[in-house]
């Protein structure tokens, strides 16, 4: 099974729904983070957690908000979702160096 | 100026060839560098992680580190069509876990994706 689990895998939504992506792990770490990535602009990160009470926002995350659940689950939530948050999604976690990256969520907003 | 700079090609080359990729950053506390692939579709994966200044060598991989001019690179030889992807950089202050608070995360460039022709 993968270390990091990532669904929905794809979603089309219509502008204005809330929408959810979740993300759960395997790897026991603490650290988890959701990025998006958009073609010329790399992985941007949108919000970041150290432990379930520890979340931080990142560069873009302006119209997402995040919960943590548990130590492996870490959802990213669009409240009232709008085209231009149409991208590619990924959660990851990181332990003493590597980052582990989930596969992906790729989103169209209409 | 971005704290990591990388850039994003595309880069195309025929099979066999040595393939050399490049970041530069301005943050002179970054102590851990990395690069990752990134096939199509997929999630990014650890290609090669080193520490501090200095060469490491895996298989036709090569990274290197060179902290006084603020400049990684990462060579491929003998490269192959299996090869083709976009690569990023990645470098962090501290480590993950549970130190260093926020410069423990990394801090990406955008990629190169590279194209290797049969």
């Known amino acids: 099974d993968a270390d990091v689990t990532q669904t929905p895998r794809n979603r089309i939504t219509k502008t204005g729904k809330r929408i959810m992506l979740e993300c759960s792990q395997t790897k026991g770490h603490d650290r988890m983070y959701w990025y998006r990535q958009d073609p010329g602009l790399g992985l941007r990160l949108i919000y970041y957690?150290?432990?379930?009470?520890?979340?931080n926002k990142g560069e873009i995350s302006d119209g997402y908000s995040v919960s943590r659940q548990a130590q492996a689950k870490f959802s990213l939530s669009l409240e009232s979702a709008i085209p231009n948050q149409t991208a590619l999604y990924f959660c990851?976690?990181?332990?003493?160096?590597?980052?582990?990256f989930g596969p992906g969520t790729r989103l169209t907003v209409l | 100026q971005k704290e990591v700079e990388q850039d994003p090609g595309p880069l195309s080359v025929p099979e066999g060839a040595i393939v050399s990729l490049n970041c530069t950053y301005s943050n002179s506390a970054f102590q851990y560098f990395m690069w990752y692939r990134q096939y199509s579709r997929k999630g990014p994966e650890l290609l090669m992680y080193t520490y501090s200044s200095g060469n490491k060598e895996d298989g036709r991989f090569t990274a290197q580190v060179d902290k006084s001019s603020k400049y990684i690179s990462l060579f491929i030889r003998d490269s192959q069509p299996s090869d083709s992807a976009t690569y990023l950089c990645a470098m962090s202050v501290y480590k993950g876990m549970n130190y260093g608070g926020s410069q423990g995360n990394l801090i990406f460039g955008k990629g190169t994706k590279l194209s290797v022709k049969p």
């Open positions: 990851a976690t990181r332990g003493s160096n590597e980052q582990f």
């Open positions: 957690s150290f432990d379930v009470k520890d979340i």
